[in-house]
T-cell receptor, first 114, second 111 residues
Framework: GAVVSQHPSRVICKSGTSVKIECRSLDFQATTMFWYRQFPKQSLMLMATSNEGSKATYEQGVEKDKFLINHASLTLSTLTVTSAHPEDSSFYIC??????????FGPGTRLTVT | SQQGEEDPQALSIQEGENATMNCSYKTSINNLQWYRQNSGRGLVHLILIRSNEREKHSGRLRVTLDTSKKSSSLLITASRAADTASYFCATFTSGTYKYIFGTGTRLKVLA
C-alpha cells in the first residue's frame, strides 16, 4: 500500500511555543489530506481536511487560528500548533487520500506540551 | 463529530477464543474500514468493506456489513495475545469525502 510519513514522531515543547508537524505522501500524490487528534484512551477525532492549494476545512470546534494547516504541494501538508498549551498534548495523525475512497494513515506524532 | 459507536467498549477473552466487535453508524456510507491500534502506536489497516458487499475475510478476520441496519461487525477467530489492541471502525461518505471513526473497542487477549 501507499506510504505516508510524519515528522517528527515525537516532540516535547514548552507552553506558549509553536510546533510544526509534517505529513508526506511518499509514493503518490494526495490532493486531500486529513488531520486527526487522539487523546489517551479515546478515538480519533477529525480536525480538518486539507486540500492542495486551498484553505483547509475545519471541523466544528477546532480553532483554525490555533491549528494552522498548509497543503502547499501534492505530497506535503503541515499542521502548526500555535501557542501550544498542555491541553494540546495529544497524538496527531494525518492521512492522505489516494485513489477513490482509499486513505493511508501516517504513523502519528506524539506532542507533549510542558 | 464521531459517527460510529462501537460495542463493547472493552472486551477481555482467553487466547483461542473468538472476539466479536460491533460498529453502528448513522448515515449512509460508501465504505467502512476496520483498523487496529496498539497502545501509543499508529493505525494498522485491517479490512475495507464497500457498501455493496456483505462480508469479507482476511486470514482470521471476518467483517460483515449490514447497510439496512447501519452496522458492521469484526470477528477475530482463534485469538492470540498479540491481538491485544484497540479496534476502530471508520466510515466513509463520498458526499463529505471524509472518514469518521467510531469510539473503539479495547480488546485484551489473555494468554
Amino acid at each position: 500500500g501507499a506510504v505516508v510519513s510524519q515528522h517528527p514522531s515525537r516532540v516535547i515543547c514548552k507552553s506558549g511555543t509553536s510546533v510544526k508537524i509534517e505529513c508526506r505522501s511518499l509514493d503518490f500524490q494526495a490532493t486531500t489530506m486529513f488531520w486527526y487528534r487522539q487523546f489517551p484512551k479515546q478515538s480519533l477525532m477529525l480536525m480538518a481536511t486539507s486540500n492542495e492549494g486551498s484553505k483547509a476545512t475545519y471541523e466544528q470546534g477546532v480553532e483554525k487560528d490555533k491549528f494552522l494547516i498548509n497543503h502547499a504541494s501534492l505530497t506535503l501538508s503541515t499542521l502548526t500548533v500555535t501557542s501550544a498549551h498542555p491541553e494540546d498534548s495529544s497524538f496527531y495523525i494525518c492521512s492522505a487520500g489516494g485513489i477513490k475512497d482509499e486513505q493511508y494513515f501516517g504513523p502519528g506524532t506524539r506532542l507533549t506540551v510542558t | 463529530s464521531q459517527q460510529g459507536e462501537e460495542d463493547p467498549q472493552a472486551l477481555s477473552i482467553q487466547e483461542g477464543e473468538n472476539a466479536t466487535m460491533n460498529c453502528s453508524y448513522k448515515t449512509s456510507i460508501n465504505n467502512l474500514q476496520w483498523y487496529r491500534q496498539n497502545s501509543g502506536r499508529g493505525l494498522v489497516h485491517l479490512i475495507l468493506i464497500r457498501s455493496n458487499e456483505r462480508e469479507k475475510h482476511s486470514g482470521r478476520l471476518r467483517v460483515t456489513l449490514d447497510t439496512s441496519k447501519k452496522s458492521s461487525s469484526l470477528l477475530i477467530t482463534a485469538s492470540r495475545a498479540a491481538d491485544t489492541a484497540s479496534y476502530f471502525c471508520a466510515t466513509f461518505t463520498s458526499g463529505t469525502y471524509k472518514y469518521i471513526f467510531g469510539t473503539g473497542t479495547r480488546l485484551k487477549v489473555l494468554a
